[in-house]
């Protein structure tokens, strides 16, 4: 039986050790989602938390900025809990980042819900952002 993968704080990481397919998720996810976390990290060279309830999501986009200024990363995976206001901020920020770098790697979005996997669009993040037209799409 192979050991659970556990992720390192991204915030305590150099950013020239991040290389590879690279999953940072919301530091609960392996403690609420252990089984959705598993199959995700399987997917992953490297494993990173971060919880943005302690960091502020503005140090972890320079951090992600920094790290895909390496280019040694190939793929990002952001992985939440499901209805964490904390957590929702780590899917917005790939478009920040976008917005920044004119180069960037494939970046993917998941949220976890009752232990279900679930991709999350880049129009259901930009929605989540605009309560106004979140409301007049209800």
């Given at each position: 039986m192979n050991r659970p993968v556990e992720p390192h704080p991204l915030m305590e990481t150099n950013v020239y050790s991040v290389r590879g397919r690279v999953l940072v998720v919301g530091s609960c996810l392996p403690e609420v989602a252990p089984e959705a976390f598993g199959e995700l990290a399987l997917q992953a060279d490297q494993v990173y938390s971060l919880c943005l309830e302690n960091t502020h999501i503005n140090m972890a986009m320079t951090k992600l900025s920094a790290i895909f200024g390496t280019g040694q990363m190939t793929k990002?995976?952001?992985?939440?809990?499901?209805?964490?206001?904390?957590?929702?901020?780590?899917?917005?920020?790939?478009?920040?980042?976008?917005?920044?770098?004119?180069?960037?790697?494939p970046v993917e979005d998941y949220v976890v819900n009752e232990g279900r996997i679930v991709s999350v669009p880049d129009a259901a993040i930009e929605l989540s952002k605009s309560l106004a037209k979140l409301v007049e799409s209800i």
């Amino acid at each position: 039986m192979n050991r659970p993968v556990e992720p390192h704080p991204l915030m305590e990481t150099n950013v020239y050790s991040v290389r590879g397919r690279v999953l940072v998720v919301g530091s609960c996810l392996p403690e609420v989602a252990p089984e959705a976390f598993g199959e995700l990290a399987l997917q992953a060279d490297q494993v990173y938390s971060l919880c943005l309830e302690n960091t502020h999501i503005n140090m972890a986009m320079t951090k992600l900025s920094a790290i895909f200024g390496t280019g040694q990363m190939t793929k990002l995976v952001l992985a939440s809990v499901d209805r964490s206001p904390h957590c929702t901020q780590l899917h917005y920020i790939k478009h920040e980042i976008e917005r920044i770098l004119p180069k960037h790697v494939p970046v993917e979005d998941y949220v976890v819900n009752e232990g279900r996997i679930v991709s999350v669009p880049d129009a259901a993040i930009e929605l989540s952002k605009s309560l106004a037209k979140l409301v007049e799409s209800i």
